[in-house]
């Protein structure tokens, strides 16, 4: 390493002083130039648009059973193949009234299941249990089950494909 | 031969590469004696991390990260002799790797080696162990199995917690609204480019400060670092007993390296790669996620504390965790270094390995989750093939009791064992406990037919210590 060269005067020292700024302040604008592009595609969070997706005729569902429906979501991404998929817990209440649950359990995201036999929803993950209508019977779920917009639509029941259920 | 000595002897004048290394490769060290194999930790943890990126990219070469066929993708792998094998040693490198950094940092906490003037060393070996731990994340994840999948949508469940920011972290980590097509490239980058990037930047910096600031002498009692004079002391010591680290030291580092290399190679040939498992398909409900064993402790813990602390310990825990790195070589930056002097060092790193050894275990046996694949009673446990036993046996089974409840060994064990409920609880008492609840067993008021009902406590109540023997026939 050489020694730096030894300051001479103060017009050299402003000259100096000068240059060294302008590299930084050129080097940081550099640097966000290439930055803000790149943070920005990784920040642009795709939201899906919500549509009404058809998961079977009215006379497919028994009125007062709760049964798994699957659904493609929104505008899947091309490569996104299975897990285009977003599955839920359908429940025919009456001649018209459904309600769909998430299958996403609101403790911390495990999906829960369905036990016919005893009319509750279980979670494999921590064990919390939800009645039929999605309250929460025991364990530890802070909230009943979500649950996605349904309607029944010329004879077709519908679901609002809807974000994950997150908080 | 001759050749080869007149290139490397041109290509060392061109380069300087013999005059910039040698001194770096024989810089003098302390002699560690007793405590010498100790040291080999940090350069084992290194050579697991070489294994990880020639490993790495020998997956990457047959890996497409695409929702779709990641899975896909993995099968053909694991299906070539080699393919199994390279999985197999990326996974047991990884463990290593944990393992590794995680006993180097435990070496170098209980010799106090963070104190002056290696405060920045621990800094940065503690940004390698964060690093690591995301690296372990996100790799188990790309196997992309039902596991991996639920793994991300847990995740963002956990950062959902978060206050104020919590919903964009949880739709950051999906990248977008749901699991699919945008959220595996991601995890992608991150596993492949930008978290090894950061590693590699650290490890850089780890290095050239462990050349700058020397390796920390073993310690001894009542022989305190003082700041002012350490550097001069330290000096004096190499000068009187050093040794030049290549190769009076590093020699241990090359046999132990050996033995890790010939461990996970003879790991990944014998046991084989973790397997995969259902394909990522959310449709498919039959999925109980587990994490990987170093994170095993952590389920554990969320799952074992107390339900109201649930959501502060899933934040504030790991950032209190990092707090204590950061802190504890700049609150305790000089002093005693030696193991005896600060007796409460070997207290906190046997908390620490009690902590994941027993909740890993707990959380293996994971007894807060129901059984749900728990088969119906075998007609040797109820004891009668038809009947109201036999009925009520049937409906402990259909009405879910079985899965959080067992009896004579079948069913889980969330809930208390039923195998003596005859012995310990009147029918009354039974019937008040099924129909109000409690805090972990729903309500099944409204749930049972009075007919259901009796049945079970018929059941229940067959469940005795010593089997009522039936009256022989001949007296």
Redesign the interface.
Known sequence: MSEPVAIQGCKETGRRRFLTRLSIILGSVSAAFVAIPSIGF??G????PRVWRTVGKLDDFKIGSTV?V?FE?TS????????????AWLRRENDQQFIAFS??CTH????????A????F?C????G?F?GDGRV????PPKPLNQYPVRVYEGRVQILT???P?? | MRFLKRAWIWVDDVTGISAAMTPLLEHPVPKARKSAWLYVLGSATLVAFLIQIVTGIALASGYVASAGQAYDTLKFISGTDFGRIVRGMHAFGASAMIILIGLHAIRVYVMAAYKYPRQMNWLTGAALLMLTLLMAFTGQLLRWDQTGFWSVMIAAAQAGKTPIIGNWMGHFIMAGDTVGGATLSRFFAAHVFFIPALIFLFVGFHLYLVLHNGISEPPEAGRPVDPKTYRSWYRALLARDGEPFWPDAAWRDVVFAFLLVAAVVALAVIVGPPELGKPPDPTIVEASPRPEWYFLWYFAVLSLIPKWSEDWVIILGPALFIAALILIPLVASKGERSPFRRPWSFVIVAFIIFVIAYYGAVGKIAPWSPRMDASPLSVQVVGSSSGPVADGAKLFHDKGCEYCHLVSGYGGIRGPDLTYAGDTMTPAQMTTRIYSGGTNMPSYNGNLTPDQLSALLAFLSSRHRQPVLPIPENQ
Do not use: E, F
């Not at chain 1, 911390?108 to 036990?115: A, E, F, I, N, Q």
């Not at chain 1, 036999?117 to 509750?120: G, I, N, Q």
């Open positions: 990784l920040l969070l795709r939201k899906s798994n699957s979501d899947p991404l091309p490569w996104s193949g299975v897990t285009a998929q977003t599955a299958t996403i911390l995201g495990c999906p829960v299941r369905w036990l036999d005893a009319d509750l279980m494999p993950c921590h064990g249990v009645y019977a025991s364990g530890p809807s974000p994950a997150i908080a």
